[in-house]
């Protein structure tokens, strides 16, 4: 059991906007910052997303992120085949002093 | 170019070790933290542990379901870190990543580099 939720799996058409979403509780997602990563089928991971919805150089803008509470959700826009991956949350835990996960949202693009 | 190159996976028993290397290139090293992360086959991300870069005097934090038996440490002389695995068990099976934690003047950025991934497969 990962200790951030996030859905096994979403899916939308291309052009939608699909969001996915991420629950923590108050000893990591509302106190610390929520990253996200990306991983395309057989790559290693890529940061998409750190310290409130920056992104890395090259991560188009149709991806975002937004925090409320302990929850958190990453948002695409103009969706397209390309962005069929894996997609985790991450943050720092300070009860655990750990990193945590979540379990990963497998996005389809149908 | 940043490079993150992991080495020393294999096949190991249940109760063995293993120490894992990870060679960097491309950046300074000890500015940065270096995370251990791990994925079973067809499962989720799982994080390891840390080192900490020079400014944090090298601190190291690890996962529960590993402290006590991983130990990570590093060479800033060879820009390698290694991840010491003892009393290895099945769950232990997976591709381990080694990933830069980049760190700017405001601190910590995030997991912003990582290797391809040594394979570790704990069976009798």
């Known amino acids: 059991q990962s200790v951030l939720t996030q859905p096994p799996s979403a899916s939308g058409t291309p052009g939608q906007r699909v969001t996915m979403s991420c629950s923590g509780s108050g000893s990591n997602i509302r106190s610390n910052y929520v990253y996200w990563f990306q991983q395309l089928p057989g790559m290693v991971p890529k940061l998409l997303i750190y310290?409130?919805?920056q992104r890395p150089s090259g991560v188009p803008d149709r991806f975002s992120d937004s925090k409320s509470g302990t929850s958190a959700s990453l948002a695409i826009s103009g969706l397209r085949s390309e962005d069929e991956a894996d997609y985790y949350c991450a943050a720092w835990d300070d009860s655990l002093s750990a990193v945590v996960f979540g379990g990963g949202t497998k996005l389809t693009v149908l | 170019e940043v490079q993150l190159v992991e080495s020393g996976g294999g096949l190991v028993q249940p109760g063995g070790s293993l120490r894992l290397s990870c060679v960097a290139s491309?950046?300074?090293?000890?500015?940065?933290?270096i995370d251990w992360v791990r994925q079973a086959p067809g499962k989720g991300l799982e994080w390891v542990g840390r080192s900490r870069n020079k400014a944090n005097t090298y601190s190291t934090d690890y996962a529960a379901s590993v402290k006590g038996r991983f130990t990570i440490s590093r060479d800033d002389s060879e820009k390698s870190l290694y991840l010491q695995m003892n009393s290895l068990t099945t769950e232990d099976s997976a591709v381990y990543y080694c990933a830069r934690g980049y760190c700017d003047k405001s601190g910590y950025v995030g997991l912003d580099s990582w290797g391809q991934g040594t394979l570790v497969t704990v069976s009798s």
């Open positions: 491309g950046f300074t090293f000890n500015d940065h933290y």
């Open positions: 310290k409130n919805n």
